[in-house]
Each structure stands twice: as C-alpha cells, then as structure tokens.
C-alpha cells in the first residue's frame, strides 16, 4: 500500500473518530443537572435575564436540534462562542493552545533526551550504579504527583535560590514577541529578539521539567526492558563476533531496535502529557489549553468543551499517526497493510 | 511500493506545520497575546483630538505596582456589563462615576464627575440633578459632558448585562429617564418606588461609569463598542488600558489627562497568578507588591519585608432552610437549628479567626449593620424548641457546593461541622456536594430542603440584602426558601424609601431582629478580606465594594 492510500485510510477513520467525540462530548455535557446560564449569570441574575440568555444562545432548543446547529456551523468552520470568556472558540483556541503545545513539545523533547540515554545506559549497566540511579530517579518519576514536584521545584529553584522564574511564559517587563506561530521561542528567533528567546526558554524549563518527569521515568523504564531484551539478541552476538565497537553495537544495532515499543510509549506519553498540562499549568501560572478546558468544564460551558475535546483529538490523532509512520522509518521491515 | 525515508520525512515536516498552523493561526491581528509595550494608550484613542501623550517611560519595577491575583474570572471591562471581581478592580481605576465612595467608607457618597446633585419630590417621581464639574476631560482629551452620561447610561439598558438589574430592577429606571439638560447638568427621573438614597450608592457602581462617547462610537460595532471595551478603555480615571491578555495580565497606565492628582505609579500589573503559594513566594521574592489570595496560613507565615492588611468582604455565609419542606416550616424546628451550631467554633477554629460572627442580613460595615449576636451554640435550647414544635427525629438534607469558600474554609469542612453540631440536638443531616452550578440550579427552583452558600451586596445600601431575604415576590433569596410572610416584605420595602436616617435605621434594626428569629436562615458568619503586602506599598485601602484605588499607593524605596 502506498503511503497516499494509507493516509487517506487514516483520514477516514480520523473523521469517524471525530463525530463519534463530537456526538459523545455533546450527549455529556448535556447531561449535567445544571443550566450553563445560571452559571454565567450567577446567583443574583434574574429569571428574565436567564431566559435571554438561554434565547440567545440557543440553550432553550431541544439538544439534538442544538446538535445539529452546532455539527452545521462546525463544517463551516465556526466553533460557536464560548458561553463564560464570551468570544469565539476558535479564537480562544488559537490563543491558549500554543502555549500548551510549547510546553508539551518541550517537555517530551526533554524526556526524549534524558528518557532514551537513560534508558540505554541503564541496560548496558545492569545491576550496577548507573542501573540503579536510574531506576531510582525513575521510580520516583513514576510515583510522585506532579503538583507537588511542581511546588518543590518552584519553591527550590524560585523561591530559595532565586535562579529560575517561578511561573509566566516570558518576564513580565519584556514584552512576548509579535504572534506568528504562538510558540514564544520560535516566535522570538524569528523576530531576532534574543531577549524574549532567553526569557521564554527561562520561563520554560521548570514547568517542562516538572511535566516532563513522568514521561521521561516512563521512557527510560520502557528502553532499559526493551535494551535488555534486545541486548541478548543473536545479532547483536554477531555485531560483537565480528569485532564492532561496543559503541557501535549498542547505539547502531541494539538501540535502534529497542527503540520501537519505546516510540509506542513516547505516542502515548503524548496524551499524558496534555493532560498533565492541567495541573502543571495551574501551578505554573501558565496561559494554556489546560486551564481553559478546566474552566470550561466547570463553567459549563459547553462551545468551549466541545472546542477542546476536538482539538485534543486532532492533536492525539496526528500524534498517533506520526508514531505509526515512525515505525517504519525504525523498522523498514514495517509496512502498513 | 514502500514510501522512502525521503517521503517519510516530507510528511513529518508536513504534518508539524498542519499542527503549528492548528495552533498558532496565521493571523497575526488582534489576538490578545499581541505586543505589549509598543501598544501606548495613544494608538487605542483614535477619535481623540488630543491624543494622550504616549507613555514616557517602559514599565519597570519602580514604576509599576506589581499585584499577583487568580484573574480568572475576567470576562471583559466593559464597565457597562461587567460584574466580576478583577473587572470590578479594574473599571474602578479607569472609569469615573458621577458620584463614589472614598477609601473603605460606605456610608457617604462623595463628589466625583459631579460637584454637586439635589432630590426633587415631583410628584408622581423623584428628579435628581446632578450638575458636573467643569472642565473635565476624557483620557483622550474629549470634555466630558451631560451628553457622555446619557449615553453611557443608554449602553447599560442595551446591553442588558448581568449588572443592568440595578437599573432596570432595583431603580426601576429606563433609557428614557436619563437626560442631558444643559452640557453640563444631567437629570434622572426616579420613580417613587425607589429609594433615591440606594440609587446613589448604585451609581457608584461600575455600572454608572461615564464613557466618552466620542470613542465609544468609533468603535461601535453591533454591539454598542462592547466587543472593543472588552479589552480597551475609554474612560477618565486615573489608568488607562494598556492590554488584557487573558489568563496573563493586565497592564494599566497612567492616564496623562487625569482630572485628579497623577498617580505616583505610573502603571499598575495585575499578573495571572492561580496558585496562592506562588504569589506567595512571589511576594515574598518581591516580584509581587500585592497578592490578593492569599489563605490564612499563608498569611500568618509573614513578617520581615511584608505584612498582612485587613479589609471588609460584605459577603453573608448563611443557611438557608426551605420552609416548604416539612418539619422546616415551623419557626420552633428553623430556632432550633439556629441554636445548635457552634458559631463561634467556626469562627475562631475553621477560620482561625479571620472572619466576624454576624448573625443578622446587613454586613458590617454597611448602613442598618445590626451588631446582635444571640446565637452561641445551646444544645439544650435547641431540643427544648423541638419539643415545643413537637417533632423527633429531624432528617434533612443538605446542598452544599464543593471547593473552598470565599474566606479559606473547605465546604465540606464547614458542612461536616454544622452537622456534628446538630447531630448532638438529635437533627439528622445529610451532606449532598455538588458544583456551584447544580446547587443554584436547585435552590433557584425553590428545590433545596437545606442549602449553604453566600450572599454579596450588588451595592452599598441596606436595601441590596434586605429585599432579597425578605421580599417573597422579588423572586430572591426568601422565595427560593419558600418564606412568604407579606409582612415583613412590606416592611422592608418601606424601610427602602425613607429618607430620614434616623428613622431608616430603627425600622432595619427592626426587621434585622424579625428575620433573626422568624426568617427561615442561620447567618454564620461575615468573612475578612485578608492581603499580603511588601512594607515599601502605603496607602493600600480596601473598599469593601471589593476594589482599592490604585492611584493613591506609592512605594517607598
């Protein structure tokens, strides 16, 4: 099958996916015994100003009918308006979710970059100190709640020491780049404003180590088992019969086959990781996609539930399926039937 | 055919830019996270005839007064509409009012736009006048005149947001009402069923925010230049807008045509800070001057360069018991569970002491504050009353919502309380936490049999919580308990109109006492604003309104 073909295959079933979620998102946030005009209004509002508001965002139709308006609007692009920020969707969207995406991206290159050495030298090392760190450091990962890593970190690192800022994307008296792609790094470089690069990448590592330690305790556990598996292989026997340098073996010929559950892992990490942005976000004081899919959650407001769910969707899809064509950059022995 | 690494490759890079494009968009227009710095008041006054001079310095941290707050709940500044706590915080210092609070005061209503006003009884009405203080202008440079008003008033009742009840229901007002005699005499007819004392402490309200039309009308919109107010300014107070990036900061800069004496910070930064340990350390640190949510812990671990300062917070923690629901509806049961709570428990232990034990419907320090506290946990007393009433085994449910409240207790903490407390009267309480949401979507529906939650004031006079507790047919609070007593509506509604202070106080004091005893709540107490603060700040003064005037706090070096 050729890669076009396969592609669409995939695109198929991506747009099941989707109104499969947009159908179970909406029935969901429907469900709840609780009137999102109420919410937006509050205690004090009264019982005309409910019944307009419920008139003008069209609460008052029966939920299929209020499906069907919103799938219609969807097609043409139009997210609907966000009952509790009151701006459209989209918008909404297209400025929280940069900042999310920055920090996730950030967090997983991190845990790529630890998580996989890690992982490698710790199975080379079996049963010896480096092993044993390693496993130690990522046991930890693996069982300490981010919000506290985070407040340990930010009380360490800001509060005692003073050495890294302890929240925001960039310092509050440099002004953040002009908007291209919404990442402020990449924004910044291009720009040539090495000030807000700085600051932005500042502002950056506590919150992405701070997510990141998870994924990567997860990476590097995920590498040393399949090393090891990999390591007893007859061909890595032969790469070393025929006079290899360990190196070479362990970096050419084992890692890269060990690699593959490990990108398995790293696609499903992704998710973790977006999810995780909630907590990290909060305690970060980081304007992203985590804290409004929260506080659209409890403020019922539904447009902008739908809004992230969809998009959180995307992103997971994509990121599935850049795993899958990654296998077989791997592994050429892989092919998409 | 297998694709090559090559093509492989071009996907990945292709697939990464789909994802940036997703979330990036490629417009780089209006969108809030738009520069900072470069965007100087001068560029978002473009009607103006004189524009303001732009900024003359960057902001920096000698300049700026730095407030570390959770902002979360801005949703715009539209001072017409706007209704939340940091919005409030903020249209305070960028509009003016025709008349306002000073300070923590309450209680008198100081000149602002206006020198000088007078009540006329005519007959069927009342006519205020208000005469405006020559010579003001906009912070564009536009004079403000009786004009500015109209048409600021006229926005409220178009836009009908969560506020405009106070114009529309409480004053009972409408657009035509509002009218410029003069350029600079304005007169507001009042009908009679309206107390010309509560209207004036509404138009101290954001609500009552003087625009300058000029503006506003260039960037109108369909929507009456809400969608543009939404994150720009058009007032004459001490700051203007510089930009709100939402879920960041807002940045306010001094408005260089300020009527009044120039603030000596030249901007003020509210930084987005959710996590009150980190304005914590923030302030600790120094890079917060102010962190306005802290938790009483949290406050008591300061000392050295800050200190805490206390303000009043108007809003009434109460219990309110739907006397349609069996055996509430008899006055014995409702003393009863009065009596069996520990309120001073609460207040000292779950609140370590930051908050008041006020048991009657007016906050302290509000006008009518009725100081009366009979209610001290009587164990005995509350079994006699159920004898009385003749009823056992009381069993009923309680709503409450989850999270923390207002004043740094956990709900449910404050709800496990209540219920030992009157778990030893022999009352059975169940707990049933559900989100703010459901609890108002039940209690609104007249569908809770016990309920607790809190009350604020929409404005500083008595009026704003007696009608609600008492008044059945205004819908409020007493109906959703199902407490009809046409009474002491009536009561309260004539209490409303008198214009004789004297004589107003002694007929709150009355009703304060009736509901005490006969009204179907257990007020439990009155929570304190509480803040941290760096020792170089002075003059920080919280109103109980819920706002500071920024203008008046200097650093010290």
Redesign the interface.
Known sequence: M??PSY?LRRLVGFVAVMVGISMITFALSHV?????A??A???????A?IE?FRERYGLNKPVPEQYWIYVTNLIHGDLGISL????PVA????????AT?ELSLTALILSILIGIPAGVISATARNRLPDHVVRIVSLIGGSVPIFWLG?IL??FF??RL?WLP????ID??I?????????FTVDSLLAGDYKAFWSSVHHLFLPALALGYFSTAIIARMMRSSMLEVLNHQYVLAARAKGLRQGKVIWRHAARNALIPTVTTIGVTFGSLLSGAVLTE????W?GLG??AT?SA???DFPAVMGVTL?AA??YT?AN??VD??Y??LD?RI?HG | ???S?R??LA??VS?AV???T???????TE????????EAPATEAPAATEAPAATEA????EN?L?ISSNI?DL??LDPAVV?EYSGILVTHNVYQTLVTFEGADLQTIKPSLADSWETNDAGDHWELIFKLHPGNTFASGNPITADDVVYSFSRVFAL?G?P??LFT?VAGITADSVTAVDPETVQINLPKTASPGAFLAILTNNIASVVDSKVVQENEGDDHGSTWL?DHSAGSGAYVVDHW?????VLLTANPNFNGDKPALTSV?L?????S??QL??L??G?ADIALNLTAEQLATLGGDTTSVTGADLRLFYLGMNVAVEPLDKPEVREALRMAIDYDGIVNDLLSGNAQKVQTVIPSPMFGYNSDTPFQQDIEGAKAQLEQAGVSDVSLEMLIPDGAAPGGVQWSDLAAKLQSDWDQAGITVTIKQV????L??AY?AQGAQLAL?Y?GP?FADPDTNVTPFTNFDA??IAWRNSWNDPDIGAKAKGAALMTDAAEREAAYKEITEYVLHNGPYAVLYQPAALFGVRNTVQGFEWNPMGFTDFWLIVKIA
Request: aromatic letters at 8%; charged letters at 15%.
């Open positions: 050729t890669l592609l709840v015994p609780a009137d999102p109420i919410v209004l509050g205690d004090h509002a009264t019982d100003q307009a509790h920020t009151r701006r918008a909404d969207l297209r400025n929280f979710f940069p995406f407040l930010i009380g800001y509060g003073g302890g929240g925001a994307r509050k008296f002004p953040p780049p002009p908007l291209i792609t919404g990442l909060t305690i970060f004081s304007p804290r409004y506080s409890i403020n019922l998009l995307l992103v994509l399926l850049i064509v990654g077989q950059w050429p092919h | 055919m297998y694709p690494k093509n492989i996907v990945l697939l789909v994802v940036l997703a979330c990036g968009g490629a417009e780089p969108a809030p996270g738009a520069p900072q710095a470069t960057p902001i920096s941290v700026t730095s979360s949703i715009t209704y009908n969560p405009a009840f229901d939404l990036t939402q879920e960041v900061e930064l930084s987005h800070v959710p996590e340990a980190n350390t923030a600790q640190n890079d989100t703010f949401a459901e108002l979507d609104r939650l009350w929409d819908h409020s």
